[in-house]
C-alpha cells in the first residue's frame, strides 16, 4: 500500500519539473489543400501539409495573412515554411487525407512554439505594408462618438496607397479599439503596436487619435455687435509612426508629433468634417516623406546570378526586367547575366516577382542571393 502511495505522488509530481518550452508549445488541428499536377500526389501532399503547418502558425500567433497572400508561387511558400517558420511547429501528425479528382486536403494536428514563431512571422514583414490606425472622438447626435474609419485616415490610405504602399487598415478588423490606441499614444506603450506588427505583417504603424474641440459657437458675440454666423471647430491630432528596426528587430518611433486643423460650417458634425479634410491635407505630405526615407534606408544589396544568358541582348532583356519590378531601386550590371538588385523587401518577395514575370524558374535564393534560370 505504501508503495502505491509513493508511486502516485511520484506521478503527481512529475509534472511539476516538465521542461518550461514543452509547457509553452500550443498544439491545433488545421488543415492544407493542394492541387494535384501531373497526378503527382506525394508532391500534392507535401504542399498541403506546409500550408496547414503555416496554418498552425496563423492560428497561433494571430496573423491574418495567408500563405498565399505573401508568396503566389509554392516551392517558395514552403521553402519560407521550411526554413524560417517550420522551425517552430514542434512536431505534427496527419490525422486525415482526402484526396478528389484534382485536389487533396490533408487535416493535421501540430504543436507550435508560439513566442519564437512570431519572431520567425515577423522576419517576413514587408517593409512597404503599412498598418493605419487613427481613430477620431467626434461629435454625434446623442453625444460624443468614435468614429475609428474617417475623413483623415481614409485620405491618408488613398495617398500611401497611390505611392503603392501595401496598407492595412486596422480599424474594420477589430484587432484593437479606440480606447487601447489612445493609451498606447498617450502612455508609449508599444504592447498593442507590437500585436498589429504581427497581426498583418507590418513593419511600419501609424497611429495616433483625433480630438476636436468647439472654439467658437454659431450665434456666438465675437465682438463689434457682431455674431458668429457658423460654429468654428479645430481638431488635434496627437500620432506616432513607428517602425521595425532591420537590423536590430526593435521597434523605434520615426517621428511624433501633434498637428490641427480647422472647419467651418452651419452644424457641429459638419464643421468637424471641413477640419478633418484641413487635417489631412497638412498631415499626408509629412507621413508620405518620413515612410519614404524609412524604406531607402532599409534598402539592401541583393546579387544575383542568372543562367540562360549568352549575349548582350538578353542580358539587357534581363535587366530591363528587373528594373521594372515594383520597390526594386537600382539594378547593375556587374557582367553576362550578373546583377545587383537594390531591394528593401525579404528576398523572398523580390523571388516571388520574378518568378511571376514568367521566364525565370527560382534555383536557389538566400537572404542576399537569387540564383535563376532564364528561358527567353
Not at 511547429?89 to 490525422?95: A, D, F, G, I, S
Not at 531607402?296 to 528587373?322: A, P, R, Y
Request: with cysteine; aromatic share 8%.
Amino acid at each position: 500500500m505504501r508503495k502505491f502511495h509513493i508511486t502516485l505522488l511520484f506521478l503527481l509530481i512529475i509534472p511539476l519539473f516538465t521542461p518550461a518550452g514543452f509547457c509553452q508549445e500550443k498544439c491545433v488541428n488545421t488543415e492544407g489543400e493542394a492541387v494535384i499536377v501531373n497526378n503527382d500526389i506525394p508532391s500534392a501532399k507535401t504542399e498541403a501539409i506546409a500550408r496547414a503547418k503555416w496554418a498552425a502558425i496563423e492560428q497561433t500567433v494571430g496573423t491574418e495573412v495567408k500563405a498565399q497572400s505573401f508568396v503566389q508561387n509554392f516551392t517558395l511558400v514552403e521553402d519560407v515554411i521550411k526554413t524560417q517558420v517550420g522551425g517552430f511547429v514542434k512536431r505534427y501528425n496527419v490525422l486525415d487525407e482526402t484526396t478528389k479528382t484534382d485536389t487533396i486536403l490533408v487535416k493535421i494536428r501540430a504543436c507550435v512554439e508560439p513566442t519564437k514563431a512570431r519572431q520567425a512571422v515577423s522576419a517576413l514583414a514587408l517593409n512597404n505594408s503599412i498598418a493605419v490606425f487613427i481613430p477620431a472622438r467626434k461629435p454625434g447626435k446623442k453625444g460624443d462618438e468614435f468614429e475609428e474609419t474617417n475623413i483623415l485616415s481614409e485620405n491618408l490610405i488613398g495617398k500611401l496607397t497611390d505611392q503603392n504602399y501595401k496598407v492595412v487598415d486596422v480599424a474594420p478588423t477589430q484587432a484593437i479599439d479606440a480606447l487601447e490606441i489612445e493609451k498606447a499614444v498617450k502612455n508609449g506603450s508599444t504592447l498593442a503596436v507590437r500585436s498589429m506588427m504581427y497581426k498583418f505583417l507590418s513593419n511600419v504603424i501609424i497611429i495616433g487619435k483625433i480630438d476636436y474641440t468647439i472654439s467658437t459657437k454659431k450665434g456666438e458675440d465675437i465682438g463689434y455687435g457682431l455674431s458668429m454666423p457658423f460654429n468654428n471647430v479645430t481638431v488635434r491630432l496627437t500620432y506616432r509612426i513607428v517602425a521595425k528596426n532591420n537590423t536590430t528587430g526593435n521597434m523605434e518611433v520615426l517621428t511624433a508629433g501633434t498637428e490641427n486643423g480647422k472647419g467651418l460650417a452651419n452644424n457641429v458634425e459638419d464643421a468637424a468634417a471641413e477640419a478633418l479634410k484641413d487635417l489631412a491635407e497638412k498631415l499626408t505630405p509629412k507621413i508620405l516623406d518620413k515612410v519614404a526615407s524609412y524604406i531607402q534606408g532599409n534598402v539592401k544589396k541583393i546579387s544575383i546570378k542568372v543562367s540562360g544568358v549568352k549575349d548582350l541582348d538578353t542580358n539587357m532583356e534581363v535587366k530591363n526586367t528587373l528594373q521594372s519590378i515594383v520597390w526594386v531601386t537600382e539594378v547593375e550590371d556587374k557582367g553576362m547575366g550578373e546583377f545587383i538588385v537594390s531591394y528593401p523587401e525579404n528576398t523572398i518577395y523580390l523571388a516571388n516577382s520574378i518568378k511571376q514575370k514568367g521566364n525565370f524558374n527560382v534555383v536557389n535564393f538566400s537572404p542576399y542571393s537569387l540564383t535563376l534560370d532564364y528561358q527567353k
